[in-house]
C-alpha cells in the first residue's frame, strides 16, 4: 500500500504564508503526478495543484498566481506554497498520487488542516 505523508498544516493570518509537504516511500513514486486537493467544511473536495514527473503544473482557478506546487524527486516529496492567503484558503489539505493526469489516483494522504484566520 502507498502511504504518503502530509505535514505542514496551521493556523495562519490573512496575507500569510505557509508551506505544506507530502512525502512518499518508493523511488518509483518519483515518475508519478501528485496533487493537492482540499475540502472546506459542507464543500466538495476541489483541486488545488498538480504536478507531473516532468513539472508541469496546473492549479485551480482561486488560488493560480498564489499557490505554487513543486516536487523533489530525490526526497520523493512534493510541496505546496500557499502565499497572500485568505479565509476562503482554510480547508483540510489532501496529497494524492497517481501515475498521470487522467489514470485513477493510487492513494490519499491523510489530510492536515489549514485555517486562516485573525
Known amino acids: 500500500q502507498v502511504h504518503l505523508v502530509e505535514s505542514g498544516g496551521a493556523l495562519v493570518q490573512p496575507g500569510g504564508a505557509l508551506r505544506l509537504s507530502c512525502s512518499v516511500s518508493?523511488?518509483?513514486?518519483?515518475?508519478?503526478?501528485r496533487g493537492w486537493y482540499r475540502q472546506a467544511p459542507g464543500k466538495e473536495r476541489e483541486l488545488v495543484a498538480g504536478i507531473t514527473s516532468n513539472c508541469s503544473t496546473n492549479y485551480g482557478y482561486s488560488v493560480k498566481s498564489r499557490f505554487a506546487i513543486s516536487r523533489d524527486n530525490g526526497k520523493n516529496t512534493v510541496y505546496l506554497q500557499m502565499n497572500s492567503m485568505k479565509p476562503e484558503d482554510t480547508a483540510v489539505y489532501y496529497c494524492n498520487i497517481r501515475r498521470t493526469w487522467g489514470s485513477p489516483v493510487i492513494s490519499w494522504g491523510q489530510g492536515t488542516q489549514v485555517t486562516v484566520s485573525s
Open positions: 518508493g523511488t518509483i513514486f518519483s515518475l508519478y503526478t
